[in-house]
């Protein structure tokens, strides 16, 4: 039935479609397996689509494979750390572009969870902080803590928006616009790089 239900969005084109009615949580997974593999032919070079002959085999071949994120969005919710927002998740699939496929979070789809902790808050994700990140060791108690800024120490840390952690100094640096020249991805604002130098993202999900 999944793998019916998400061909027949796919084929119908609803996804996409200003207005589009909010998603429930048990849907968004399928929701967006469609919706990527759609931009995959929009946004990939023929090369780059991982062997799918169109967007319909590539929703055969991924449906139920991103199920464990509305398992681990509902954990939260259980445990009173977030909140779904079934219009914001909604949002994210009809307004997503090319150019979100290679940000973390996949751009708009990073505000579908409403978060609930607040500082120094038990957490287990750092989709449950309010602000900064969610800390600690993957068997101990973790809190949400805020990053650290440019200039500041981020040894085994994730860095504030805007910044990501240079493992030659362990301080956090700025994020590079496009065209500044880079060393990773990770380096880029766009989360491309390419020959060395920042450039406009071609989708996280292209690839061979």
């Known amino acids: 039935m999944k793998m019916i239900h998400a061909l027949g969005l796919l084929s119908l084109g609803l996804v996409g479609c200003n207005g589009a009615a909010p998603i429930e949580l048990e849907d968004y ?47 939260s919710i259980d445990a009173g750390r977030v909140q779904y927002d079934a219009a914001a998740a909604s949002e994210c699939l009809t307004t997503m ?6 940000q973390p979070n996949l751009g708009p789809c990073g505000d579908i969870e409403i978060p609930l902790v607040p500082v ?20 101990g108690p973790r809190t949400c803590e805020l990053q650290p800024g440019v200039g500041e120490p981020c040894t085994g840390r994730s860095c504030a928006d805007g910044a990501r952690c240079d493992l ?16 990773g991805d990770s380096a880029c ?3 491309a ?9 071609t989708g996280f ?3 061979t």
């Open 120 to 139: 120094g808050g038990a957490c287990e994700r750092a989709a449950e902080c309010i602000e900064g990140d969610c800390v600690g060791s993957s068997t």
């Open 29 to 75: 997974p399928d929701e967006l397996v469609v919706t990527t593999c759609r931009l995959m032919f929009e946004c990939c070079d023929e090369g780059m689509r991982r062997g799918y002959t169109d967007a319909a085999d590539c929703v055969a071949d991924r449906i139920g494979l991103l199920d464990s994120v509305a398992t681990e969005i509902q954990t």
């Open 97 to 102: 572009t090319c150019g979100d496929l290679g």
């Open 168 to 183: 030659s100094t362990g301080t956090c640096v700025q994020v590079a616009p496009l065209g500044a020249s880079c060393d």
């Open 189 to 191: 604002e766009s989360y």
């Open 193 to 201: 790089c390419e020959d060395g130098v920042c450039a406009e993202s």
């Open 205 to 207: 999900f292209c690839g």
